[in-house]
């Protein structure tokens, strides 16, 4: 089965990147089954209801949220109502909607996708991920139900995505972190078989600070003070994840490959 995962969709200008490129890279890689991460979608915090459906409507099969999951409020009910869109599993227990759901690929072919948030550095305490995704994994084994699964980690700390691929080598497909918007460039199949990197990227305009318009980061970088709100930058995107294959009686990774189309940055894969 070939896994498209793309990240954070940052803002307007990742909304229309999504909307008009999705369709065509999946069939360009062949893809069975999408995820994307939606968390920044709507004015860079949250998601919306509207937005979420334009990227389901644009090709996404799941998309996962993060620590911003509910700032656009609408999002507490729309949750319940949209099963193709996760929150992280260690989000508060009084949040709505679910952080794991087992979703339909080509074929019929079933996959597992679930969310957790790290816990360095992030703007407030989160329950324990790494017993969270142990319950998850070990109710959906591989070769099992799910012909594969992906688990996304939403963290800042590079040590928490590391740590959270190492404990789940072996039981998961991909292990994939979000959250920094900057692709990593350690690509790999840890030694188990399973696909990981420390972070996918967003799909957003490079030509910024993290997704959003220069001038008022740099404002507050220089001068310590905030004289606007952050906006997100609306330039050509890149579309950044990566594409992994698995093998569909085992579940792990056999090829992981980045993935970046439009925009500023280098495309990937080439060969593709």
């Known amino acids: 089965m070939r ?10 200008a990742g909304r229309r990147a999504i909307n008009e490129g999705l369709g065509a890279l999946k069939e360009r890689l062949r893809v069975d089954f999408a995820v994307v991460n939606g968390e920044n979608a709507s004015g860079g915090m949250g998601l919306t209801g509207g937005h979420a459906k334009l ?11 993060g620590d911003h999951a509910f700032d656009q409020k609408d999002m507490l009910s729309f949750i319940e109502t949209e099963p193709r869109i996760i929150r992280p599993l260690n989000y508060s227990k009084a949040a709505p909607g679910k952080g794991a759901r087992v979703y339909e690929a080509t074929r019929g072919r079933k996959v597992l996708v679930a969310q957790v948030l ?3 550095f992030m703007k407030r305490p989160f329950d324990d991920p790494f017993s969270a995704i142990d319950a998850v994994l070990r109710a959906h084994p591989l070769g099992g139900m799910a012909r ?16 959270m691929g190492h404990w789940c080598d072996g039981r998961a497909s991909l292990v994939i972190g979000t959250h920094t918007h900057v692709p990593t460039a350690d690509t790999m ?15 957003g305009d490079y030509d910024s600070v993290i997704g959003m318009e220069k001038a008022e980061p740099l404002r507050r970088f220089l ?3 905030a004289a606007e709100r952050f906006s997100p930058a609306e330039g050509e995107a890149t579309l950044s994840g990566v594409i992994v294959t698995t093998d569909d009686r085992t579940g792990l990774a056999t ?13 990937a894969p080439v060969s593709a």
């Open 223 to 225: 001068t310590g003070m």
């Open 55 to 65: 990227i389901l409507e644009s090709g996404a099969d799941c998309i996962t949220l």
């Open 3 to 12: 896994i498209l995962y793309l990240g954070d969709v940052m803002g307007r």
């Open 148 to 163: 594969a699964s992906v688990v996304d980690v939403h963290a800042e700390a590079t040590s928490d995505k590391m740590a």
């Open 118 to 120: 790290g816990q360095v």
């Open 189 to 203: 199949i840890l030694n188990r078989g399973t696909g990981y990197q420390s972070d996918a990227g967003m799909c």
């Open 255 to 267: 090829a992981i490959e980045p993935v970046r189309q439009g925009g500023r940055l280098a495309p």
